[in-house]
Nanobody, 122 residues
Framework: QVQLVESGGGLVQPGDSLRLSCAAS????????MAWFRQAPGKEREFVGA???????YYADSIRGRFTISRDSAKNTVYLRMNSLKPEDTAVYYC????????????????WGQGTQVSVSS
């Protein structure tokens, strides 16, 4: 049973904006902390940001001020709004969920989406 489904990736130019979506099952959305990670070719999976069940958020220093996470309880969906995109933001972006508090460590997360490619290039 698929629990998390990402969408919204694509090819954009530097400085553009993009919004990723992560649709979750009702059980996960209501009870789990959710996070976004990204992985560029040849690199380890990197924490981007996370949101708690109550809507608190925390971001990685590398994207703070440019990316925003939000939750829509009517749609059981978490969003990652990305502004002022840079070529170094190019990666596969993953949505993840865990039953405890927000953390920055990928192995702490119980469920993962399939990933969506974001490419930033002129």
């Amino acid at each position: 049973q698929v629990q998390l489904v990402e969408s919204g990736g694509g090819l954009v130019q530097p400085g553009d904006s993009l919004r990723l979506s992560c649709a979750a099952s009702d059980r996960i959305f209501r009870s789990y902390a959710m996070a976004w990670f990204r992985q560029a070719p040849g690199k380890e999976r990197e924490f981007v940001g996370a949101t708690s069940r109550s809507g608190s958020t925390y971001y990685a220093d590398s994207i703070r001020g440019r990316f925003t996470i939000s939750r829509d309880s009517a749609k059981n969906t978490v969003y990652l709004r990305m502004n002022s995109l840079k070529p170094e933001d190019t990666a596969v972006y993953y949505c993840a969920a865990r039953s405890g508090i927000m953390t920055m460590t990928p192995r702490d997360y119980d469920y993962w989406g399939q990933g969506t490619q974001v490419s930033v290039s002129s």
